[in-house]
T-cell receptor
Framework: DTGVSQDPRHKITKRGQNVTFRCDPI?????LYWYRQTLGQGPEFLTY????????KSRLLSDRFSAERPKGSFSTLEIQRTEQGDSAMYLC???????????FGSGTQLSVL | DQQVKQNSPSLSVQEGRISILNCDYT??????FLWYKKYPAEGPTFLIS?????DKNEDGRFTVFLNKSAKHLSLHIVPSQPGDSAVYFC??????????????FGKGTLLTVNP
């Protein structure tokens, strides 16, 4: 059974650079979510997809952030012109149907220097 | 505005004793609640859930209690084991703001079970 896979596990970048993360959900899951977690906080919702449609975006998702899920399979999250405040763990999760039980990947830890 | 609150940042218990983790919520539209466990450098893993039509759900050593009138839920772990040491997140979903399909998380409680 393959769980949610995220790549890379760690990313160190300089302020102002662009970064892109990839998430491969559990294969039969139709919903895919991106969350962000900072130290001492719980995961914060960023956006979610049902199949290839992006149905909701948090106000946390500034215009420097863009997420895609082409063909309803894997998803990418891009951050343009990174800032130090973007440093966080970016978590991807997926779920099936009407069940709100999310399965999370191991996350991508972003450090912006 | 913190809609899901875990007011205890940490909890320490002895192996074999009961661990009780608490969670409060403010949004009355929440109707499904989950507990997740997280080890360092890993994503959260699902532990147990409860629907608002129930007041208790049990799975092995883990029991979740829901008090809707108080907007409060708790997770009981008995007996506690050293491997239970992790951060525990309470999460909720419901028709809040039109979305039934996202989870709102608390800040987490770090549980340490001492041998």
């Amino acid at each position: 059974d393959t769980g949610v896979s995220q790549d890379p596990r760690h990313k160190i970048t300089k302020r102002g650079q662009n970064v892109t993360f990839r998430c491969d959900p559990i294969s039969e899951h139709n919903r895919l979510y991106w969350y962000r977690q900072t130290l001492g906080q719980g995961p914060e919702f960023l956006t979610y997809f049902q199949n290839e449609a992006q149905l909701e975006k948090s106000r946390l998702l500034s215009d420097r952030f863009s997420a895609e899920r082409p063909k309803g399979s894997f998803s990418t999250l891009e951050i343009q012109r990174t800032e130090q405040g973007d440093s966080a763990m970016y978590l991807c999760a997926s779920s099936l149907g009407r069940v709100v039980k999310l399965f999370f990947g191991s996350g991508t830890q972003l450090s912006v220097l | 505005d913190q809609q899901v609150k875990q007011n205890s940042p940490s909890l320490s218990v002895q192996e074999g004793r009961i661990s009780i983790l608490n969670c409060d919520y403010t949004n009355s539209m929440f109707d499904y609640f989950l507990w997740y466990k997280k080890y360092p450098a890993e994503g959260p893993t699902f532990l147990i859930s409860i629907s608002s039509i129930k007041d208790k759900n049990e799975d092995g050593r883990f029991t979740v209690f829901l008090n809707k009138s108080a907007k409060h839920l708790s997770l009981h772990i008995v007996p506690s084991q050293p491997g239970d040491s992790a951060v525990y997140f309470c999460a909720a979903s419901g028709n809040s703001g039109g979305s039934n399909y996202k989870l709102t998380f608390g800040k987490g409680t770090l549980l340490t079970v001492n041998p």
